[in-house]
Protein backbone atom coordinates (compact mmCIF):
# COMPACT_ATOMS: atom_id res chain seq x y z
CA UNK A 1 0.00 0.00 0.00
CA UNK A 2 1.13 3.23 -0.87
CA UNK A 3 2.14 5.11 2.38
CA UNK A 4 0.32 8.71 3.21
CA UNK A 5 2.17 11.97 1.15
CA UNK A 6 2.71 14.86 3.86
CA UNK A 7 2.33 17.86 1.99
CA UNK A 8 5.06 20.50 1.91
CA UNK A 9 3.07 22.80 4.33
CA UNK A 10 3.12 20.42 7.01
CA UNK A 11 6.51 19.20 6.37
CA UNK A 12 7.44 22.80 7.30
CA UNK A 13 5.14 22.93 10.17
CA UNK A 14 7.62 19.55 11.09
CA UNK A 15 10.43 21.73 11.72
CA UNK A 16 13.61 20.99 9.26
CA UNK A 17 16.81 21.99 8.54
CA UNK A 18 16.69 24.72 5.51
CA UNK A 19 19.77 25.88 4.47
CA UNK A 20 20.25 29.18 2.54
CA UNK A 21 21.78 27.98 -1.27
CA UNK A 22 25.32 29.57 -1.68
CA UNK A 23 26.18 30.75 -5.70
CA UNK A 24 29.01 28.71 -7.02
CA UNK A 25 31.43 30.71 -9.30
CA UNK A 26 33.89 29.89 -11.66
CA UNK A 27 36.71 32.52 -11.53
CA UNK A 28 35.83 34.56 -14.44
CA UNK A 29 32.09 35.10 -12.26
CA UNK A 30 30.02 32.83 -14.29
CA UNK A 31 27.97 30.27 -12.98
CA UNK A 32 29.42 27.28 -12.15
CA UNK A 33 27.27 24.59 -12.60
CA UNK A 34 28.68 21.97 -11.88
CA UNK A 35 29.55 23.17 -8.38
CA UNK A 36 26.19 24.31 -7.96
CA UNK A 37 24.60 20.75 -8.50
CA UNK A 38 27.07 19.25 -5.83
CA UNK A 39 25.88 21.81 -3.44
CA UNK A 40 22.48 20.70 -3.44
CA UNK A 41 23.16 16.70 -3.55
CA UNK A 42 25.44 17.85 -0.35
CA UNK A 43 22.46 19.39 1.33
CA UNK A 44 19.86 17.13 0.60
CA UNK A 45 22.13 14.25 1.37
CA UNK A 46 23.20 15.85 4.41
CA UNK A 47 19.35 15.40 6.05
CA UNK A 48 18.35 19.08 5.05
CA UNK A 49 14.56 19.30 4.78
CA UNK A 50 14.11 21.99 2.33
CA UNK A 51 16.61 24.13 0.57
CA UNK A 52 16.36 28.37 -0.07
CA UNK A 53 17.14 29.33 -3.27
CA UNK A 54 17.66 33.12 -4.56
CA UNK A 55 18.14 34.17 -1.11
CA UNK A 56 20.65 36.43 0.40
CA UNK A 57 23.13 34.13 0.46
CA UNK A 58 22.87 32.96 -3.28
CA UNK A 59 23.30 37.34 -3.82
CA UNK A 60 20.77 39.23 -4.54
CA UNK A 61 22.64 40.28 -7.70
CA UNK A 62 21.78 37.56 -9.68
CA UNK A 63 18.31 39.31 -10.43
CA UNK A 64 21.02 42.24 -12.22
CA UNK A 65 20.29 42.07 -16.16
CA UNK A 66 23.96 41.84 -16.87
CA UNK A 67 24.22 38.68 -14.72
CA UNK A 68 20.07 37.22 -15.33
CA UNK A 69 21.00 34.00 -13.30
CA UNK A 70 17.64 34.33 -11.06
CA UNK A 71 15.69 31.58 -13.45
CA UNK A 72 18.85 29.65 -14.14
CA UNK A 73 20.13 29.28 -10.74
CA UNK A 74 16.38 28.46 -9.46
CA UNK A 75 15.70 26.15 -11.87
CA UNK A 76 19.47 24.52 -11.92
CA UNK A 77 18.44 23.53 -7.93
CA UNK A 78 14.71 22.32 -8.91
CA UNK A 79 16.64 19.92 -11.13
CA UNK A 80 18.70 18.48 -8.84
CA UNK A 81 16.73 18.19 -6.49
CA UNK A 82 13.75 16.48 -8.47
CA UNK A 83 16.96 14.09 -9.67
CA UNK A 84 17.79 12.96 -5.84
CA UNK A 85 14.37 12.48 -4.57
CA UNK A 86 13.91 10.17 -7.90
CA UNK A 87 17.34 8.30 -7.12
CA UNK A 88 17.08 4.56 -5.70
CA UNK A 89 20.39 4.20 -3.70
CA UNK A 90 21.14 0.30 -3.83
CA UNK A 91 21.46 0.12 -0.13
CA UNK A 92 17.91 1.03 0.27
CA UNK A 93 15.08 -1.11 0.80
CA UNK A 94 12.63 0.53 -1.41
CA UNK A 95 9.54 -0.26 -3.92
CA UNK A 96 8.07 1.24 -6.73
CA UNK A 97 5.16 2.35 -4.49
CA UNK A 98 7.21 4.14 -1.87
CA UNK A 99 6.63 8.01 -2.35
CA UNK A 100 10.28 10.38 -1.89
CA UNK A 101 10.64 11.84 0.88
CA UNK A 102 9.20 15.71 1.89
CA UNK A 103 11.21 18.19 0.80
CA UNK A 104 10.23 21.95 0.61
CA UNK A 105 11.62 24.20 -2.03
CA UNK A 106 11.77 27.90 -1.10
CA UNK A 107 12.10 30.73 -3.67
CA UNK A 108 13.98 34.06 -2.70
CA UNK A 109 11.67 36.78 -3.85
CA UNK A 110 12.48 40.60 -3.12
CA UNK A 111 11.50 44.06 -5.03
CA UNK A 112 8.93 46.00 -5.12
CA UNK A 113 5.70 44.57 -6.11
CA UNK A 114 5.73 44.29 -10.00
CA UNK A 115 8.90 42.44 -9.55
CA UNK A 116 8.02 40.57 -6.63
CA UNK A 117 5.04 38.85 -8.40
CA UNK A 118 7.00 38.05 -11.62
CA UNK A 119 10.12 36.13 -9.34
CA UNK A 120 6.88 34.70 -7.49
CA UNK A 121 5.66 33.51 -11.01
CA UNK A 122 8.56 32.32 -12.39
CA UNK A 123 9.25 30.11 -9.04
CA UNK A 124 5.70 28.57 -8.64
CA UNK A 125 6.22 27.73 -12.27
CA UNK A 126 9.16 25.82 -11.76
CA UNK A 127 7.65 23.94 -8.87
CA UNK A 128 9.03 26.06 -6.01
CA UNK A 129 6.22 25.52 -2.83
CA UNK A 130 6.69 29.03 -1.28
CA UNK A 131 8.25 32.29 -1.31
CA UNK A 132 10.40 33.79 1.01
CA UNK A 133 9.02 37.00 0.84
CA UNK A 134 12.18 40.26 1.25
CA UNK A 135 10.59 43.83 1.95
CA UNK A 136 13.95 45.02 1.83
CA UNK A 137 12.76 47.19 -1.12
CA UNK A 138 10.46 49.30 0.23
CA UNK A 139 12.12 50.96 3.29
CA UNK A 140 9.58 53.91 3.81
CA UNK A 141 6.58 51.90 2.87
CA UNK A 142 3.51 52.29 5.68
CA UNK A 143 2.44 49.27 7.14
CA UNK A 144 -0.79 49.38 5.29
CA UNK A 145 1.21 49.52 2.06
CA UNK A 146 3.29 46.61 3.03
CA UNK A 147 0.24 44.09 3.80
CA UNK A 148 -1.50 45.51 0.02
CA UNK A 149 2.54 44.25 -1.35
CA UNK A 150 2.13 40.95 0.54
CA UNK A 151 -1.15 40.20 0.11
CA UNK A 152 -0.53 41.06 -4.04
CA UNK A 153 2.75 38.46 -3.87
CA UNK A 154 0.44 35.42 -1.70
CA UNK A 155 -2.16 36.00 -4.65
CA UNK A 156 0.93 34.29 -7.00
CA UNK A 157 2.85 31.71 -4.29
CA UNK A 158 2.51 31.10 -0.98
CA UNK A 159 4.46 33.34 1.76
CA UNK A 160 7.23 32.45 3.64
CA UNK A 161 7.53 35.60 5.61
CA UNK A 162 10.89 37.22 6.24
CA UNK A 163 11.92 39.58 8.73
CA UNK A 164 15.78 40.20 7.57
CA UNK A 165 18.00 42.27 9.69
CA UNK A 166 18.86 45.68 8.93
CA UNK A 167 22.41 45.41 9.13
CA UNK A 168 22.03 43.78 5.34
CA UNK A 169 19.69 45.63 4.30
CA UNK A 170 16.41 44.47 6.18
CA UNK A 171 13.86 47.48 7.68
CA UNK A 172 12.37 47.17 11.27
CA UNK A 173 9.20 45.29 10.93
CA UNK A 174 6.13 46.12 14.04
CA UNK A 175 4.56 43.94 16.28
CA UNK A 176 1.14 45.26 14.63
CA UNK A 177 2.84 44.17 11.11
CA UNK A 178 3.56 40.76 12.09
CA UNK A 179 0.12 40.76 13.53
CA UNK A 180 -1.90 41.81 10.45
CA UNK A 181 0.50 40.01 7.96
CA UNK A 182 -0.79 36.70 10.07
CA UNK A 183 -4.19 37.87 8.38
CA UNK A 184 -2.73 37.32 5.40
CA UNK A 185 -4.64 33.47 4.97
CA UNK A 186 -1.65 31.37 2.33
CA UNK A 187 1.04 32.50 4.65
CA UNK A 188 2.84 29.17 5.57
CA UNK A 189 5.63 30.21 7.35
CA UNK A 190 7.86 33.54 8.26
CA UNK A 191 11.88 33.31 8.83
CA UNK A 192 12.75 35.92 11.85
CA UNK A 193 16.05 37.41 11.52
CA UNK A 194 16.37 40.46 12.80
CA UNK A 195 19.13 39.73 15.36
CA UNK A 196 17.68 41.70 17.73
CA UNK A 197 15.83 39.74 20.93
CA UNK A 198 13.18 42.35 21.17
CA UNK A 199 12.13 42.41 17.44
CA UNK A 200 12.53 38.74 17.65
CA UNK A 201 9.98 38.84 20.17
CA UNK A 202 7.76 41.52 18.76
CA UNK A 203 7.48 38.97 15.61
CA UNK A 204 6.69 36.08 17.42
CA UNK A 205 3.83 38.10 19.64
CA UNK A 206 2.62 39.66 16.65
CA UNK A 207 2.26 36.40 14.83
CA UNK A 208 1.02 33.40 17.72
CA UNK A 209 -1.45 36.53 18.66
CA UNK A 210 -3.40 36.60 15.38
CA UNK A 211 -4.31 32.58 16.55
CA UNK A 212 -2.37 31.33 13.83
CA UNK A 213 -0.89 28.35 15.03
CA UNK A 214 -0.66 27.16 11.43
CA UNK A 215 1.95 28.88 10.30
CA UNK A 216 5.49 27.65 10.76
CA UNK A 217 8.15 29.75 12.74
CA UNK A 218 11.79 29.80 11.35
CA UNK A 219 14.99 31.18 13.31
CA UNK A 220 17.20 33.20 11.13
CA UNK A 221 18.71 34.41 14.04
CA UNK A 222 22.25 32.92 12.76
CA UNK A 223 23.38 34.29 16.41
CA UNK A 224 21.30 32.62 18.68
CA UNK A 225 20.12 29.37 17.28
CA UNK A 226 20.51 26.95 20.05
CA UNK A 227 18.73 30.17 21.99
CA UNK A 228 16.02 30.11 19.58
CA UNK A 229 15.09 26.33 19.21
CA UNK A 230 15.30 25.40 22.70
CA UNK A 231 13.08 28.40 23.74
CA UNK A 232 9.56 28.35 24.49
CA UNK A 233 8.39 32.25 24.18
CA UNK A 234 5.32 33.84 26.06
CA UNK A 235 2.09 34.78 24.31
CA UNK A 236 -1.24 35.63 24.96
CA UNK A 237 -3.99 34.44 22.87
CA UNK A 238 -7.75 34.85 22.98
CA UNK A 239 -6.49 35.86 26.57
CA UNK A 240 -5.33 32.71 27.42
CA UNK A 241 -1.46 32.44 28.46
CA UNK A 242 0.22 30.31 26.13
CA UNK A 243 3.64 29.35 24.52
CA UNK A 244 4.88 29.44 20.92
CA UNK A 245 8.17 27.63 20.02
CA UNK A 246 10.24 27.73 16.71
CA UNK A 247 9.42 25.13 14.79
CA UNK A 248 12.86 24.69 12.46
CA UNK A 249 15.22 27.20 10.96
CA UNK A 250 16.59 28.66 7.21
CA UNK A 251 19.99 29.81 8.11
CA UNK A 252 22.95 31.49 6.07
CA UNK A 253 24.83 29.59 8.91
CA UNK A 254 23.06 26.06 7.59
CA UNK A 255 24.73 26.74 3.99
CA UNK A 256 28.02 25.23 5.93
CA UNK A 257 28.44 21.91 8.21
CA UNK A 258 24.66 21.12 7.25
CA UNK A 259 25.40 17.42 8.30
CA UNK A 260 26.02 18.50 11.92
CA UNK A 261 23.59 20.82 11.72
CA UNK A 262 20.53 18.69 11.26
CA UNK A 263 22.02 16.62 14.38
CA UNK A 264 21.48 19.35 16.40
CA UNK A 265 18.09 20.34 15.25
CA UNK A 266 17.06 16.96 16.68
CA UNK A 267 18.95 17.69 20.24
CA UNK A 268 17.46 20.98 20.29
CA UNK A 269 13.81 19.28 19.64
CA UNK A 270 14.73 16.69 22.60
CA UNK A 271 15.74 19.18 24.49
CA UNK A 272 12.25 21.37 24.37
CA UNK A 273 10.64 18.35 24.45
CA UNK A 274 11.45 17.17 27.74
CA UNK A 275 11.39 20.91 28.97
CA UNK A 276 15.06 20.56 30.23
CA UNK A 277 17.75 22.43 30.70
CA UNK A 278 20.77 21.15 28.59
CA UNK A 279 23.65 22.55 29.79
CA UNK A 280 26.14 20.74 27.18
CA UNK A 281 23.93 22.17 24.19
CA UNK A 282 23.75 25.79 25.46
CA UNK A 283 27.49 25.59 25.52
CA UNK A 284 27.38 24.00 22.00
CA UNK A 285 25.29 27.26 21.53
CA UNK A 286 27.72 29.39 22.52
CA UNK A 287 30.36 28.01 20.53
CA UNK A 288 28.12 27.80 17.48
CA UNK A 289 27.66 32.16 18.03
CA UNK A 290 31.65 32.37 18.40
CA UNK A 291 31.74 30.04 15.30
CA UNK A 292 28.60 32.22 13.37
CA UNK A 293 30.57 35.46 14.26
CA UNK A 294 33.47 34.47 11.90
CA UNK A 295 31.93 33.32 9.81
CA UNK A 296 29.45 35.70 8.95
CA UNK A 297 32.69 38.91 9.82
CA UNK A 298 30.57 40.65 12.57
CA UNK A 299 33.40 42.34 13.80
CA UNK A 300 32.68 44.45 10.11
CA UNK A 301 29.01 44.86 10.35
CA UNK A 302 29.16 41.29 8.32
CA UNK A 303 30.73 43.02 5.26
CA UNK A 304 31.98 38.69 5.06
CA UNK A 305 29.31 37.20 5.50
CA UNK A 306 28.55 35.76 2.23
CA UNK A 307 32.65 35.37 1.31
CA UNK A 308 33.00 33.37 4.58
CA UNK A 309 30.51 31.10 4.15
CA UNK A 310 31.74 30.41 0.86
CA UNK A 311 35.52 29.71 2.83
CA UNK A 312 34.37 27.33 4.81
CA UNK A 313 32.73 25.62 1.34
CA UNK A 314 35.86 25.94 -0.32
CA UNK A 315 38.14 24.31 2.32
CA UNK A 316 36.02 21.50 2.22
CA UNK A 317 36.09 21.40 -1.80
CA UNK A 318 32.82 21.92 -2.34
CA UNK A 319 33.46 25.42 -3.88
CA UNK A 320 36.92 26.75 -6.02
CA UNK A 321 36.65 29.71 -4.46
CA UNK A 322 35.26 32.53 -2.32
CA UNK A 323 34.52 34.73 -5.84
CA UNK A 324 30.64 36.75 -5.38
CA UNK A 325 29.37 38.09 -8.12
CA UNK A 326 30.27 42.12 -6.67
CA UNK A 327 33.94 41.95 -6.89
CA UNK A 328 33.61 44.36 -3.29
CA UNK A 329 32.45 41.21 -1.61
CA UNK A 330 35.48 39.37 -0.25
CA UNK A 331 36.88 38.18 3.04
CA UNK A 332 37.57 40.90 5.34
CA UNK A 333 40.96 41.22 7.02
CA UNK A 334 41.75 39.01 9.56
CA UNK A 335 38.63 37.06 8.85
CA UNK A 336 40.10 33.78 7.41
CA UNK A 337 42.56 33.88 10.94
CA UNK A 338 39.20 34.29 12.55
CA UNK A 339 37.74 31.13 11.24
CA UNK A 340 41.11 29.32 11.46
CA UNK A 341 40.68 29.92 15.09
CA UNK A 342 37.05 29.05 15.54
CA UNK A 343 37.33 25.88 12.85
CA UNK A 344 40.32 24.62 15.42
CA UNK A 345 38.55 25.41 18.69
CA UNK A 346 35.35 23.96 17.72
CA UNK A 347 35.76 20.83 15.78
CA UNK A 348 32.56 19.43 16.34
CA UNK A 349 30.41 21.72 14.61
CA UNK A 350 32.01 21.18 11.76
CA UNK A 351 30.84 17.97 8.83
CA UNK A 352 34.57 17.63 7.42
CA UNK A 353 34.70 14.16 7.50
CA UNK A 354 31.39 13.53 6.19
CA UNK A 355 32.05 16.29 2.96
CA UNK A 356 35.55 14.00 2.29
CA UNK A 357 33.64 10.64 2.38
CA UNK A 358 31.21 12.11 -0.37
CA UNK A 359 32.97 15.04 -2.43
CA UNK A 360 33.78 12.89 -5.15
CA UNK A 361 30.14 11.55 -5.74
CA UNK A 362 28.61 15.20 -5.10
CA UNK A 363 30.84 16.48 -7.91
CA UNK A 364 30.84 13.90 -10.41
CA UNK A 365 28.42 15.45 -13.50
Not at 3 to 16: D, M, Y
Not at 156 to 176: D, H, K, M, W
Not at 276 to 292: F, K, P, Q, S, Y
Request: proline share 4%; net charge negative.
Amino acid sequence: MKPATISARQHLKSGVVIPAHPLALTPSRTLDERRQRALTRYYMDAGAGGLAVGVHTTQFAIREPRHAMYRPVLELAMETVRACLDRRPKSEDRNDDQSPRPFAMVAGVVGKTEQATAEATIAKTLGYDVGLLSLAALPDATDAALIKHCREVAEVIPLFGFYLQPAVGGRVLSYEFWREFAEIENVWAVKIAPFDRYRTLDAIRGIAESGREDIALYTGNDDSIVNDLTGSFPVTVGGEQKVRTFDGGLLGQWAVWTKAAVELLVRCKAARAAEAVDVALLREGAALTDANSAIFDSANSFAGCISGIHEILRRQGLLAGVWCLDTAEKLSEGQSGEIDRVSRRYPSLSDDAYVRENLDSWLRA
